[in-house]
C-alpha cells in the first residue's frame, strides 16, 4: 500500500497520544494537574527533521499544556491541538506551504487519524496500535507509542532516502563548529 513515489516528503505530521505518549494519561487532584510521559528519543526525530529542511506538524485530538510545552521546547513548525477533523488541520497547514498531500508524511495510532492515513503520500502507525490501523498504512513500524516511533519513522524515511548518514553527519558538523 506504498503510495509515496512522486514526490520527496517536505512536511511530517504527527498525532501524540499513542505516538509520542504509550497512551496512558496521569491526573493528579487539580485539572491542571495532567501529565505525559514523553520519550526524548523522538525530539530528535524533529531535530534530523530540522536539519534535513522538512517541517513539523502536531495534530492531537487533546488540548494539553504538557503537548503545548513539548511543541515549543522543539521549536516545531505548527500545532493544532483539540482537533476532531484532522483532515481540515492538515489541508490547512498543506495549503499555507504549498505543498501536495504526496509530500506530507503522518503518523498516526487510532480511528481519528484513519482518513488522514488515508490522505497522506506517506503513512506510519506504532506497533502498538490496532490491526484496522495497520492496514491502512504504508508503513507499521517496529516500536511501539512511547518508544520512540516517531524518531524511528523520521530515521526510516531518511535512511530510504539515503539521507540518514548526512544528517548526522550534518548534526556533527554543527556540534563540531560551536566548539570553536
Known sequence: MFKYILMKIKLFITDIDGVWTDGGMYYGDSPECEMKKFNTSDSAGVLFLKLAKIKTAIITGEKSKTVQRRYLKLKMDELFMGVSDK??????????????????????????????????????????????????????????????????????????????????????????????
Not at 155 to 174: S, T
Open 87 to 180: 483532515v481540515t488541520a492538515a489541508e490547512f497547514i498543506k495549503n499555507k506551504y504549498a505543498l501536495t498531500w504526496n509530500e506530507i508524511a503522518y503518523i498516526g495510532d487510532d480511528i481519528n487519524d484513519i482518513l488522514l492515513l488515508r490522505k497522506v503520500g506517506l503513512s506510519a502507525c506504532p506497533s502498538s496500535a490496532e490491526d484496522y490501523i495497520k492496514k491502512e498504512v504504508d508503513w507499521v513500524l517496529s516500536k511501539k507509542g512511547g518508544e520512540g516511533v516517531f524518531r524511528e519513522f523520521v530515521q526510516k524515511y531518511l535512511q530510504h532516502e539515503n539521507m540518514l548518514k548526512e544528517i548526522i553527519d550534518r548534526y556533527l558538523f554543527q556540534i563540531e563548529n560551536e566548539k570553536k
